[in-house]
């Protein structure tokens, strides 16, 4: 220790700042001084925010970022804005995980949402939020044969062009036209005859993000070279989430050990998608049944899965339904 004067070379590691009185005693003579060791605990490897986007397989917003001055140990924190102004944190993730977050409790059919991160070093020491990044709104209403479309401005970046983008399927849409960036309305004026889907793409200015790997699901048009909004139009009604469905959608026991039932009420014979999301908004389970019109009940073998808090969604030609679930 510093205080033992058996030890010939004491030394000292300060975490913060510290000063040191060192006297030192020869026969009757003493000398004594001080000496301040300056330790600066910011956390100055602060993110920026690439993107929000919609994953539309899903229909949940990604924030996505890249990796220019993380710290090497540490985590992310996501903020979302839970009222004007206000961020609440809403999750936190190794910086060794993949430079994106899937928010599975949003839903982009019903209103935009306000992000922020941050990141926190080995020493616990969080840097600055990163500005705010808004994704894109879109609603739909009817024009005669044709469609008004509408939609929220993308919040974060210099936006100079948004993508409008039309198709009978999310797997189908194709490009129907350009606009400004100071553009935030269009009207599809004489579609051809059929229940169309429309979206909005903020295209990024400055030629994409480049975040770690993430695979996109099957029928997603998620991308990194833009922010995409909300599906509207006629043809989104499998695609938003359905409150008919989400009210009869229940699992048990929750939260449980491994092995749950969910029940759901269905509308026809047809066939139901059950899907499991981790709290990183990583696809950890699937599976497809055939459905007879009214209860439909289905068993999960989750046992194989950390603990922790999980998403699962269901899928069926009505719409799509989301529960939190909790495996001890």
Excluded at 17 to 26: I, K
Excluded at 280 to 289: A, H, T
Aim: proline share 6%; net charge negative; hydrophobic share 35%.
């Amino acid at each position: 220790g510093l205080d033992n004067p058996n030890v010939q070379y004491p030394y000292s590691t300060a975490t913060v700042t510290t000063t040191y009185t060192v006297t030192a005693n020869y026969g009757c003579v003493s000398a004594t001084d001080t000496v301040t060791v300056y330790v600066n605990s910011t956390n100055i490897f602060g993110e920026q925010i690439c993107f929000v986007t919609v994953d539309t397989a899903i229909n949940k917003n990604v924030v996505t970022w890249e990796r220019w001055s993380s710290p090497s140990n540490g985590n992310y924190n996501v903020y979302r804005e839970s009222s004007p102004g206000v961020y609440t944190l809403i999750n936190t993730q190794p910086i060794s995980q993949f430079s994106t977050f899937t928010d599975m409790t949003s839903n982009p059919s019903m209103n935009p949402e306000r992000y922020k991160i941050s990141t926190v070093n080995a020493c616990g020491v969080e840097s600055d939020t990163s500005y705010h990044h808004r994704s894109i709104f879109l609603t739909a209403t009817p024009n005669g044969p044709g469609w008004n479309l509408a939609w929220t401005a993308y919040e974060g970046l210099p936006i100079s062009v948004y993508n409008i983008y039309r198709g009978l399927t999310l797997g189908s849409m194709t490009l129907l036209t350009q606009v400004p960036g100071t553009q935030f309305a269009y009207t599809d004026a004489n579609p051809p005859v059929g229940s169309w889907v429309y979206m909005v793409e903020a295209l990024h200015p400055f030629g994409g993000c480049f975040p770690s790997m993430r695979l996109s699901a099957p029928q997603s048009v998620l991308s990194y070279d833009g922010s995409f909004s909300n599906a509207g139009g006629p043809g989104v009604s499998g695609v938003n989430e359905n409150s008919l469905l989400e009210n009869s959608f229940m699992i048990t026991p929750n939260p449980g050990n491994g092995n749950f039932q969910i029940n759901l009420l269905v509308s026809s014979s047809q066939e139901i998608q059950v899907s499991v999301y981790d709290n990183l908004g990583r696809n950890v389970f699937v599976k497809n049944e055939n459905a007879s019109a009214g209860n439909f009940s289905s068993t999960m073998n989750l046992s194989s899965l950390s603990s922790g808090i999980y998403f699962v969604q269901v899928k069926t030609t009505n719409g799509i339904a989301t529960k939190r679930l909790i495996i001890n």
